[in-house]
Structure formats: structure tokens, C-alpha cells
């Protein structure tokens, strides 16, 4: 069974008296350590998507079942837990937490959401800052770092607590080309070391070509799959 | 739990300014709070002092029904020697009974021999009612501070009106229960200063020159005045005593005798229960300070965080930690401004003290303000910041727990 597996997803939003369709039949199964692109322009869905996966919204009609648990059943504090437990996220504007450190934010979810114990706390973030090249910056505050370098500690944030399933919400639109392209082979070195699954979305089409498995997302829609060498079945 | 005071330290010292003025509102309202109880205890523990060890004594036992005609000064309501032996047995079996002093109260003619005036006087045993007011002495300021037989110290009123002074012979003429009327000649050997409240304009004589000015066949003794050794045991030693005494009854089996604390004596009770009154009202204003300031900052926190919630919500922070984080903020808040607001607080009491302000109050001049601050109070009022704080930031806090991150991320 697939990490991911969803099957006839709809998902409406009410936005005052106008009924808004997101996402249609949407339908995909994603493996584990896969490295998967949804993509598609603005208002295709991409986000919506991510988010249901996610575990931060709920689909309105169809299933969806990440790690083999029904997302759609969880209330709030199952969701966080298992958000806690299996997900990790990155995000478009970095979201780091500006009064900690570069070490404390990649510490964050191994204390405050995971409860680690120290030593193997500190194990785990030298092994992350290592991994992505930021250990002689663990002391800078994110407003002391370039974009790049947010997230290339975002990217180690997403990974520390060991997860499942890494969601990243266009992780490079806030940066240069060559910095996005760095980020993107950051993410693929780490689902090779970590064999964790990556989904990401993008509309940038030089970052897309990066993905081992894309879907393309139109008008709510799934208008195409992509096999480009990964390990997923559509 | 650690980590949630470090974040939220630095949370706090983010907005440095913000956090400083927030926490100096709220130093001020402890500040102002312990002036006031620091001021307004003084003078209400100076005043019950005054009262208490000067005039008063801390207890009053009497006949039953003394106290309803107490104005009249009613001979005919004074104690037998057998009920006054009986009152000094109980009193010798309750250890905290510091001293006690026998009282005949009563009002007569005082005359210059030019002139003639009413007045109230105490026959008293010195020793005894030197015990039982141990600042009687210091109201005496002119003449001996003793009471002797064959003296009389005299209201300072009198002396003032009269021009009387120590050494003049007077006549102190009475009636006695009887009805007949008797004068003694009395030496004034001091003039007392008059106080604020019942029997502060009230003259001294030898319990022995009160028997012989009264004819009194034997002793009578109108009241009883009670030191105890720890005021705090006040109310203790109160029923107590009314307890003892429940069972001594009169001919026709009505209770004999009245007990009643200088609550029940002194009009000032209802003054210092307005002090306690106002202290509690500017506690209520120090609470409100707190909450609104402490809850404002906290809705301003939040709503700058709203992203940086939704992050930490994203990532698996459970809600009940979010509200965690919020409400240390606010705690930290009133812990710093608790301890700002004491440390001046008690600073200001204290130079206060040094000062040594002087105030009068009714005709007493020249009270010496002494303002002090008790641990209790601090703690207390560091307890009501602290508390209020918490209250303040839980609002804001639960709101921020209850977040969903999905539109938290997306707040722009």
C-alpha cells in the first residue's frame, strides 16, 4: 500500500454565498521515498492538495489515507499529533521562529512536539545542520541568514523528527534560480539519505524537471502524470 | 518547561519597549498598592494602638447591660466584689491574659472653687491600669506620671478652660447610687492629654478616693479592662472569655456579664473597617491594571504571531502547549512587574518611615507616620499580579490555541 493513497477527493470551500470547487476526483497513490512535484498554475489546487495531505484540512467528500490512517478522521489534537509523528513541513516563506536559533529552530519539533531527550536531541540536529551544510551557523538567528540558508534550515527542521512524509508548499518561490536549484537538490539528497518522501509543489518549470514523479493539477483536476525514474503509481 | 520560559522570555524582549512599559504600568499599580497599605495600616495599627493601650485595653468585661446606658456612667450597673473575685479567677486560667485593671467609672462636679464644670473620671489602681495601658503614662505630660491617692489628673480641656495647672486643689463632687451627694478635696498631680474616641477626655483618680467620693460601702467596680499578651489572639481569647462566663448567671438566670473587644467600644472600628474597605478597592484597581494591560499585550502578541502559530500548530505543537506559551508570556509579565513594583514599593514605604511624617488626627498633633510593609503583604500582592497576569494572557492564549493552522499560514 502506497504512503499516500487518495481516492476521489473533492474538496469545496464556501466563501460567503459563492460555493468554490478546489480539487475534483482527485485520485494518486505516492510510495515511500518517492520524490513527487505537484504543479500547475495559480488556482489549479496544488496548495489545497498538500494541505489535505498534510493533515491541516480536510477533503469534503472522497478518502485519503497517508502513513495508513485515514486523515479524515482525526480531530484537532489526533491531527497535530500525527502531524507531530509523520509529517514534516516545509514552507514558501521559511516560517522559521525568528527568536531562536538556527539550532533551536531545527530543535523545536524534537522538544516541543516530540519531547526528546537532550543528548539524542543534540545528536539529531548536529547530524541535520551537518546534512545541510549550516552547522557553522547554529548560533545565527534567521534574520542573521540568507534566504537560501532559511531553508536549507527549514528543509533540516522538516527532517529532524525523522518523518514519513515531507510536504513543501512552493519551497523555492522565494528564491534566485540557482539558490531554488541548490534547495531542490538539497531535498533529493536528504529523501536519498533519509528515505523520506518528498512532495513538493511548484509552478517554476526548471525546478519541476527535478521531480521523479509529477502531477500535473488543472482546474481542481489531475490532467497528467509524469514518471521521470521514481517510484510511484498513479 | 524550561523551554517555554525561554521562548517566551524572548518573545517578551522582542518588543523591548512594549514589554517594558507594560511591566512598569503594572509596577506602578504595586506600587501605589503597597504605599497605601504600607500608609493606611500605620495609621490604622498607630490609631487602635492609641486606643487600645491608652484608653481601651484590647478586652472590657462588664455587668450585662452596662454598655447599652454606657453615656449615663450607671452606678447601679457596676460589679459586686463576689462577681469581680469571680471575673479575676477566670482571668488567672487563661494564660494569654496579659494584665487586667478594675475600673469605677463615674461623672461628678469639678470645681476651681472660681469656677465649676462636669466631668467623667476612672478610679483606678495605678499599678494595674499602668499594666493594662501601658501609654497611659505617656499622655500624662505634665505633673507626676503616677496616679496617687489624693491626686487627680485632669483632661488637658479642663486645664486648658480652667487654667488649672499641676498642684491646684480642686473639689470633685458626686452623686452615688444612693442618691446623696459627696465631695472630696483632690490635689491635681497631672494633666492627661485628651484622644480620639470613648473615654479620651476622661480624668484619674485612686480607686480608693472613687470608693470614698461614692460612699461605697464596698467596692463596686463598673468595668474591667483586658491586656492581652498577643493582640493577633484577639477574637480567640474573646470567645474564650464568653465562653467561661456563659455560665456565671444573674438572680434571674439571665446571663451577668457583657464581653466586648475595642471593636465593640470604639466608633474608630468602623473607620478602620473603612481603610480595610478602601485597601481592598485599590487592590480591585491594581487587578484591573493588570488585566487590561497584561491582556492587551497578549492580543497584540498574538495577532502579530498569527503565522508564526499556525507554523508551530502546523508542525505537530499540540494546543495545549501553544496556550502554554502565551500564558508564561503573561505570567513573566507580572512577575516582572511584581517584582519591580515591590522592590520600589517598599523602597518608597521605607523612605517614608525615614522621613518621619507627622500628622494629626481629631486632637491628637504630631502622630508620627510609620509606614511598613509585612512579607504578607508582598506576597500577596505579588500573588494577585501573578494570578491576574495568567488571567489576563489566558483569553489571547486559548484564542491562539485554537487556531487553525491552515488560515493562521495564511494570514498576510
Request: charged residues 20%; glycine residues 10%; hydrophobic residues 45%.
Amino acid at each position: 500500500m502506497g504512503l499516500v493513497v487518495a481516492e476521489q477527493i473533492q474538496k469545496d470551500y464556501q466563501i460567503g454565498e459563492v460555493a468554490l470547487r478546489a480539487l475534483s476526483g482527485v485520485s494518486f497513490e505516492i510510495e515511500p521515498a518517492s520524490f513527487v512535484s505537484f504543479v500547475g498554475p495559480s488556482g489549479s489546487g496544488k496548495t489545497t492538495l498538500l494541505n489535505l495531505i498534510g493533515c491541516l484540512d480536510k477533503p469534503t467528500e472522497g478518502t485519503l489515507t497517508v502513513a495508513g490512517t485515514d486523515v479524515a478522521s482525526l480531530d484537532r489534537k489526533q491531527s497535530a499529533a500525527f502531524r507531530g509523528a509523520n509529517i514534516g513541513f516545509i514552507f514558501q516563506d521559511f516560517n522559521l521562529i525568528p527568536v531562536l536559533t538556527v539550532y533551536e529552530n531545527i530543535e523545536y519539533p524534537l522538544l516541543m512536539v516530540q519531547n526528546i531527550p537532550p543528548v539524542k536531541r543534540e545528536e539529531r540536529v548536529m547530524k541535520l545542520l551537518d546534512a545541510v551544510g549550516m552547522a557553522d551557523q547554529e548560533n545565527k538567528y534567521p534574520d542573521q541568514i540568507s534566504g537560501g540558508q532559511k531553508q536549507r534550515v527549514a528543509v533540516a527542521r522538516a527532517l529532524v523528527t525523522n518523518p514519513k512524509l515531507v510536504l513543501a508548499d512552493e519551497p523555492t518561490a522565494n528564491l534566485d534560480s540557482k539558490t531554488a536549484y541548490m534547495v531542490i537538490e538539497l531535498m533529493k539528497k536528504m529523501r536519498d539519505e533519509f528515505k523520506t518522501t518528498f512532495i513538493f509543489s511548484t509552478h517554476d518549470q526548471k525546478i519541476v524537471g527535478e521531480a521523479e514523479i509529477i502531477y500535473t493539477l488543472e482546474d481542481g483536476e489531475i490532467a497528467g502524470r509524469q514518471n521521470r525514474g521514481g517510484n510511484g503509481n498513479g | 518547561m524550561g523551554n517555554l520560559f525561554k521562548i517566551a522570555t524572548r518573545n517578551l524582549f522582542r518588543y523591548k519597549r512594549r514589554t517594558v512599559l507594560t511591566s512598569s504600568l503594572v509596577a506602578i499599580g504595586v506600587i501605589f498598592v503597597l504605599v497605601f497599605v504600607g500608609v493606611s495600616g500605620s495609621f490604622k495599627n498607630m490609631m487602635v494602638g492609641q486606643m487600645t493601650d491608652s484608653m481601651l485595653g484590647h478586652i472590657q468585661v462588664h455587668r450585662k447591660g452596662y454598655i447599652a446606658s454606657i453615656d449615663n456612667l450607671p452606678l447601679t450597673m457596676n460589679m459586686k466584689p463576689q462577681a469581680v473575685k469571680k471575673l479575676e479567677k477566670i482571668f488567672k486560667e487563661i494564660p494569654e491574659i496579659e494584665s487586667y485593671s478594675p475600673r469605677i467609672k463615674f461623672g461628678g462636679m469639678f470645681s476651681s472653687f472660681t469656677e465649676t464644670t462636669n466631668i467623667r473620671l476612672n478610679g483606678v489602681y495605678p499599678e494595674m491600669e499602668m499594666k493594662t495601658l501601658p501609654l497611659l503614662a505617656s499622655r500624662i505630660t505634665n505633673g507626676g506620671k503616677e496616679i496617687k491617692k489624693g491626686g487627680i489628673v485632669i483632661p488637658e480641656l479642663l486645664s486648658r478652660g480652667m487654667k488649672i495647672n499641676v498642684g491646684d486643689t480642686i473639689v470633685v463632687i458626686a452623686t452615688n447610687k444612693d442618691g446623696s451627694v459627696n465631695g472630696k478635696q483632690l490635689r491635681v498631680s497631672g494633666i492627661i492629654e485628651s484622644v480620639t474616641g470613648p473615654g479620651g477626655r476622661d480624668g484619674y483618680v485612686h480607686i480608693e478616693d472613687a470608693v470614698e467620693i461614692l460612699r461605697m460601702d464596698e467596692m463596686e467596680i463598673s468595668e474591667i479592662a483586658i491586656r492581652l499578651k498577643d493582640f493577633g489572639k484577639l477574637n480567640a481569647v474573646y470567645n474564650t472569655l464568653n465562653t467561661m462566663l456563659s455560665g456565671e448567671v444573674n438572680k434571674e438566670r439571665k446571663p451577668a456579664f457583657e464581653v466586648h473587644t475595642w471593636e465593640g467600644l470604639s466608633p474608630f472600628y468602623n473607620i478602620a473597617r473603612m481603610i480595610d474597605l478602601m485597601s481592598i478597592f485599590i487592590k480591585v484597581m491594581l487587578i484591573a491594571i493588570v488585566l487590561i494591560s497584561v491582556m492587551n499585550v497578549m492580543i497584540m502578541a498574538v495577532y502579530e504571531r498569527i503565522r508564526e502559530i499556525g507554523t508551530i500548530a502546523a508542525i505537530g505543537t499540540m494546543p495545549g502547549k501553544i496556550l502554554s506559551m502565551f500564558v508564561v508570556e503573561g505570567f513573566l509579565l507580572g512577575i516582572m512587574g511584581a517584582i519591580a513594583g515591590n522592590v520600589f514599593g517598599t523602597g518608597i514605604v521605607y523612605i517614608l518611615r525615614a522621613l518621619k511624617i507627622t500628622f494629626d488626627f481629631g486632637r491628637q498633633t504630631g502622630l508620627v507616620l510609620s509606614p511598613y510593609v509585612t512579607l504578607q503583604d508582598i506576597v500577596m500582592i505579588s500573588l494577585i499580579v501573578i494570578v491576574v497576569a495568567i488571567l489576563g494572557s489566558l483569553q489571547p492564549a486559548f484564542k491562539a490555541s485554537r487556531m487553525e493552522p491552515i488560515k493562521a499560514l495564511r494570514h498576510v
